[in-house]
């Protein structure tokens, strides 16, 4: 298993993770994990069956018993079927990320989650996007990237992608959301947002999403950024 290659990509909401993401390990022909749709898909499963979000045992219970799948239907990104129906969109409301933010912070959860995740190395490689991917997930990932902007970007960013989408937002809203998000996320005692001490900082703001995924891709030695022959 330590031989199959992880690039680790960390960072806080909104830092354009999923995106650059899913554009370098496609550019690699490895294989994605999303670890963020797996907290958010527990959170909505947990509201489907009307679970106490600030009870972290019976939160765990949810997660074990929870069926979330990924399915890629074409290009771009991937279907999230939560215990058989899709639940791609409702997976990227403010609401679910909040939610994912505060079940996060519960250990049994987090265990509860750990194998699943792991599982997800296989050959030929992964890129892994989340918030502990290069610190508690795989910390013998020998490839590390936290992925950051500034909260006005971010925010910035978030409101055009849901204004896209028909989403009424208010800015001024997120960007209190993403700054209070960020202090929890770096502030719970377990697993809190940080860089892994070998990780490579990748600050994006300002920064053609093109020229991000190329700094990161830099981190892997040349002969695993050479494309994949089909």
């Known amino acids: 298993m330590p ?11 909104g830092s354009g993770k999923g ?6 390990a496609e550019r690699l022909g ?15 499963a947990a509201a489907w069956e009307v679970v106490d979000l600030s009870d972290p045992e019976a ?8 069926d979330i799948r990924f399915e890629t239907q074409g290009s771009g990104e991937p279907h999230v079927i939560v215990n058989g129906k899709d639940a791609t969109r409702q997976l990227r409301t403010e609401t679910a990320g909040a939610a994912a933010s505060a079940i996060a912070a519960h250990p049994p959860v987090r265990a509860a989650l750990v194998d699943l995740q792991k599982a997800f190395r296989r050959a030929p490689g992964l890129v892994a996007d989340g918030r502990d991917m290069g610190t508690v997930i795989f910390p013998d990932a020998p490839y590390k990237v936290f992925l950051t902007a500034s909260a006005e970007e971010r925010a910035q960013r978030r409101y055009k992608q849901l204004k896209e ?23 719970r005692a377990v697993a809190p947002l ?11 703001t300002g920064t053609p999403i093109t020229e ?14 050479a494309p994949r022959q089909p």
């Open 30 to 44: 490895w294989h994605y994990l999303d670890s963020g749709a797996l907290y958010r898909a527990v959170g909505l």
């Open 194 to 204: 940080k860089p892994a001490d070998d990780a490579v900082i990748v600050d994006s």
């Open 3 to 13: 031989r199959i290659p992880v690039l680790t990509i960390d960072g806080p909401s």
């Open 212 to 225: 991000v995924i190329e700094r990161v891709l830099s981190v892997l030695p040349e002969k695993l950024r």
């Open 19 to 24: 995106t650059i993401s899913r554009a370098v």
């Open 165 to 187: 989408k028909g989403v009424s937002v208010n800015l001024a809203g997120l960007l209190h959301e993403i700054a209070a998000r960020d202090e929890r996320d770096a502030g």
């Open 59 to 66: 939160v765990a219970q949810c997660a074990r018993r929870t």
